[in-house]
């Protein structure tokens, strides 16, 4: 079992749907990170967060770090929001390295 | 402020051949983690070197290796190739103490 599971694997939305991405992880954390990766390959950082909440323009990410979950919101979802959505946990220790989930693949339709 | 770099973009090897990947770290970030993500799988870590020391490995074999220069900048080098190491290679730099990190775009190698 991966540390870090994400679901869906694969979601398909219509332009302006309220769009929700899941994120289990199954070690203590030091922080969660929301990353979002275009074809091509390039990563953007969306959020880090240790607990609680956090939102920048229609996307928010929350966290509950009791039951170690994690979710991603995107509200009145775009097409230009079509992208992967990955899960990134810090597990603590100096190198701060990151483990990933496999990713969310959104897209959103016109 | 400059983002973070890699070259080249794309590459295409054959098995057994040894390659050389860079990557320039964002102004003023001295940490640099290297990550290889698989074709629909997320990334692993390799690596990370922080002030030109290795500071942490993941589970990748010894012909994985890696460099980092007194400007911060860093090589992942990988000898032997294999089938299995085609891949996107992505390196991120920090800020050592720091959790939030910067991507590159990666290069995407090939192995035939």
């Known amino acids: 079992k991966n540390e870090v599971e994400q679901s869906p694997q694969n979601l398909t939305a219509q332009e302006g749907e309220f769009i929700t991405i899941n994120c289990s992880y199954s070690v203590g954390i030091s922080a969660l990170h929301w990353l979002q990766q275009h074809p091509g390959g390039g990563i953007v950082s969306l959020f880090m967060l240790s607990s609680g909440k956090k939102k920048h323009g229609r996307l928010i990410a929350t966290i509950n770090i009791q039951e170690k979950h994690s979710s991603l919101h995107i509200t009145a979802s775009h097409p230009r929001d079509s992208a992967v959505y990955i899960c990134a946990v810090n597990s603590g220790g100096s190198n701060y390295k990151l483990t990933f989930g496999k990713g969310t693949l959104l897209t959103v339709n016109p | 402020e400059t983002g973070v770099t890699q070259s080249p973009t794309h590459l295409i090897k054959t098995r057994g051949q040894q390659v050389t990947l860079r990557c320039s770290s964002q102004?003023?970030?001295?940490?640099v983690s290297w990550y290889q993500q698989a074709l629909g799988q997320g990334p692993q870590f390799i690596f990370q070197y922080y002030r030109e020391e290795e500071n942490g490995r993941g589970n990748f074999p010894p012909r994985f290796s890696g460099l980092q220069f007194p400007n911060y900048s860093s090589e992942l080098n990988v000898n032997a190739l294999e089938l299995d190491d085609s891949a996107l290679y992505l390196c991120?730099?920090?800020?050592?103490?720091?959790?939030?990190?910067?991507f590159g775009p990666g290069t995407r190698l090939l192995v035939l």
């Open positions: 991120a730099s920090s800020w050592g103490g720091q959790e939030t990190q910067y």
């Open positions: 102004s003023g970030h001295n940490t």
